[in-house]
């Protein structure tokens, strides 16, 4: 496995990556390897939009089904709700007022469920966010305060933050991070 990361313009922001990860190899299950290492030991919250699933998966209801079916099965706390549908907006959409709605969900994860065989079987999770804990405090306190923060306080409430698009063709990953300088992810990979 071969990684490479960029160091971006940009200032860190959920809009855009401050630092690119780029990635090659064959084996499929290099999302996974690629995150436990940046991860680690830390507990997180991993957010999914339907609307980021693009063509990667044929029913994004049943996808979300199943994973809410592994939150409840595991008694994980995760927020659901239903959002609108952004994925294809066009000038159509607005004449014949389609309301599309994807589904968001929200969810604490505790290293532990992480590492376990039966979450490592849900991956890649397409269009997923990460959100990674400085240090692990009760699941429902950081699902509510993050729901009460503003993009730019996420930032310093986490340590690092990492968008995949799960798509085994990308091979990249974006990453936010005010702890983390580019020097401090390349050594993770050493």
Aim: proline content about 4%.
């Amino acid at each position: 496995m071969k990684i490479k990361i960029k160091e971006n313009k940009q200032e860190p922001s959920l809009d855009s990556a401050q630092y690119t990860l780029t990635f090659q190899g064959k084996d499929r299950g290099l999302n996974y390897k690629i995150l436990n290492t940046l991860i680690g030991d830390k507990d997180m919250v991993i957010e999914i939009n339907s609307s980021r699933f693009s063509n990667t998966v044929n029913n994004p209801t049943e996808y979300t089904k199943k994973i809410l079916n592994f939150l409840r099965e595991n008694e994980l706390a995760y927020n659901y709700q239903k959002v609108p549908d952004n994925s294809s907006q066009s000038i159509f959409t607005s004449l014949f007022k389609k309301d599309r709605t994807a589904h968001e969900v929200l969810f604490y994860l505790p290293n532990k469920i992480w590492q376990s065989a039966s979450f490592k079987s849900l991956m890649p999770i397409p269009g997923a966010r990460y959100y990674i804990r400085k240090k692990s405090k009760d699941e429902k306190d950081t699902l509510k305060n993050m729901q009460q923060l503003m993009d730019d306080e996420l930032l310093d409430y986490f340590s690092l933050i990492i968008f995949d698009p799960g798509v085994t063709q990308l091979k990249q990953m974006g990453i936010n991070s005010r702890q983390l300088t580019a020097d401090n992810l390349r050594e993770l990979f050493k």
